[in-house]
């Protein structure tokens, strides 16, 4: 099998790196993809950097192993502990991803802009550099969401304690005048329904999902690694966790039948 026919790993700590597979796979239908959760230690931001690292390490050279050609980091927070590790340590391509300000800051029209994110994300200096480096002049709010990933996580994406809680958190930006809210973290997009409800439509909605599929087929195609398949990919889904659980939320989030493998004690221990 030609290097090119290989599939694309994409890895994240649980569920909401399926919204980022979800763009990947309607960007490049003609890829094959292996999807690795490691549901057993999400979420990843009451960890310590360490073990962070390690974890994101020792997971990503399991998409390696399995001859993946490039791989697709959709997890905020293992970008800004991992990224750059990964580059240093891994031959094939990486594709990391960051919250969605620069586009957010050429929609707004108030010149104010809420970024709803993890309290880790939120108080990250990663966050603040991106604000000040792409939206130096706009007012941006960002909003700490505890609880949110845990809930998607447990498979209450469209349950009312999420709408509740995004009520309240959207509430006050939205009276101080914010016209864009940026989905800082890959979970929030299967959030997007609820909260163009609670926003309404003169709010727009942005997060990174489409920008870093279209970025994933520019370096495959820099790197001549594009499948010239005329046929739809498949894709293969991994997890540290419990399949069966694991199987019944993608099926719910993605609305489409999954069915993941374990991928064993070795790697659903600490490290």
């Known amino acids: 099998m030609s290097c090119t026919d290989h599939p694309i790993g994409v890895f994240d700590s649980g569920f909401g790196g399926l919204s980022v597979l979800r763009a990947l796979r309607a960007q490049m239908p003609q890829e094959s993809f292996i999807y690795l959760a490691d549901s057993a230690f999400c979420p990843y931001g009451d960890k310590d950097d360490a073990t962070i690292e390690s974890?994101?390490?020792?997971?990503m050279g399991e998409l390696v192993a399995r001859d993946c050609k490039a791989m697709v980091v959709a997890c905020n927070t293992a970008c800004s502990v991992a990224i750059g590790s990964l580059r240093e340590r891994l031959g094939a391509p990486i594709v990391g991803l960051e919250p969605a300000v620069k586009p957010a800051a050429r929609r707004t029209r108030t010149r104010?802009?809420?970024?709803?994110?993890?309290?880790?994300t939120a108080r990250g200096q990663r966050l603040h550099q991106l604000v000040e480096t792409h939206a130096p002049d706009i007012e941006v709010e960002?909003?700490?969401?505890?609880?949110?990933?845990?809930l998607i996580e447990s498979g209450q994406s469209q349950s009312r304690e999420i709408r509740y809680l995004l009520s309240n958190l959207l509430e006050g930006p939205l009276a101080r005048g914010c016209d864009v809210v940026v989905?800082?973290?890959?979970?929030?997009?299967?959030?997007a329904g609820a909260i163009a409800e609670i926003v309404g439509p003169s709010v727009a909605i942005v997060s990174s999902g489409n920008a870093?599929?279209?970025?994933?087929?520019?370096?495959?195609r820099r790197s001549g690694l594009l499948s010239a398949s005329e046929l739809g990919g498949r894709c293969d889904y991994l997890t540290t966790g419990d399949p069966l659980r694991f199987d019944a939320v993608a099926c719910e989030l993605l609305g489409t039948v999954v069915r993941s493998e374990s991928i064993g004690a070795q790697t659903s221990v600490a490290v």
């Open 55 to 59: 974890r994101v390490h020792l997971l």
């Open 112 to 120: 104010k802009v809420a970024v709803l994110a993890t309290p880790r």
């Open 142 to 150: 960002t909003i700490p969401a505890p609880g949110l990933v845990d």
């Open 183 to 191: 989905l800082g973290c890959t979970h929030y997009p299967f959030l």
């Open 212 to 220: 870093v599929a279209r970025q994933t087929e520019r370096v495959l």
